[in-house]
């Protein structure tokens, strides 16, 4: 049973963090719930859509979209491959239990990683922009904060 100070950790911010590992050039591609003009490319955006959660067991599975960013000058097949390797990492997420450092200093781990959607193309709002959509359903167990 839950109790008073006991929640999951934030879904969004773990992933932003974990897909913020993501090597691009001589850096890391950035992830975040939001993305600024401005931002480079490739881009992950992280949303929690939902979800359910069970207090009397202390579990929370949010539903969560990630959707990766590319602009268009650079190719259908880049954006491809960086789409790919987004769910790559989500799969790896599926099988490999990995520490997640969040911002508090808590280390993060989830229950499991479900393929709700596979990544497939969607419109987005800058037709400069190729955006492929996944949804994945995310285990959390409660934590004391």
Same mark, same amino acid.
């Given at each position: 049973?839950? +109790?008073?100070?006991? +929640?999951? !950790?934030?879904?969004?911010? @773990?992933?932003? +963090?974990?897909?913020? =590992? $993501?090597?691009?050039?001589?850096?890391?591609?950035? @992830?975040? $719930?939001?993305?600024? +003009?401005?931002?480079?490319?490739?881009?992950?955006?992280?949303?929690?859509?939902?979800?359910?959660?069970?207090?009397?067991?202390?579990?929370?599975?949010?539903?969560?979209? #990630?959707?990766?960013?590319?602009?268009?000058?650079?190719?259908?097949?880049? @954006?491809?491959?960086?789409?790919?390797?987004?769910?790559?990492?989500?799969?790896?997420? @599926?099988?490999? =239990?990995?520490? $997640?450092? #969040?911002?508090?200093?808590? #280390?993060?781990?989830? !229950?499991?990683?479900?393929?709700?959607? =596979?990544?497939?193309? #969607?419109?987005?709002?800058? !037709? =400069?922009?190729?955006? /492929?959509?996944?949804?994945?359903? $995310?285990?959390?167990?409660?934590?004391? /904060?």
């Amino acid at each position: 049973m839950s +109790a008073l100070g006991e +929640a999951p !950790d934030d879904v969004e911010e @773990a992933l932003a +963090a974990y897909l913020g =590992q $993501i090597p691009l050039g001589a850096g890391f591609r950035r @992830a975040a $719930i939001s993305r600024r +003009a401005g931002d480079p490319f490739p881009f992950t955006l992280i949303r929690n859509l939902g979800g359910g959660e069970d207090p009397e067991n202390g579990f929370s599975d949010p539903l969560v979209s #990630i959707r990766t960013l590319c602009d268009k000058k650079l190719g259908d097949e880049a @954006a491809r491959d960086e789409c790919a390797t987004t769910h790559e990492w989500m799969l790896n997420l @599926a099988r490999v =239990q990995e520490d $997640i450092p #969040i911002s508090n200093g808590r #280390i993060v781990n989830f !229950d499991y990683v479900n393929v709700v959607e =596979q990544p497939h193309w #969607i419109p987005f709002g800058d !037709d =400069q922009v190729l955006c /492929k959509l996944g949804r994945y359903g $995310i285990g959390l167990s409660y934590v004391r /904060k």
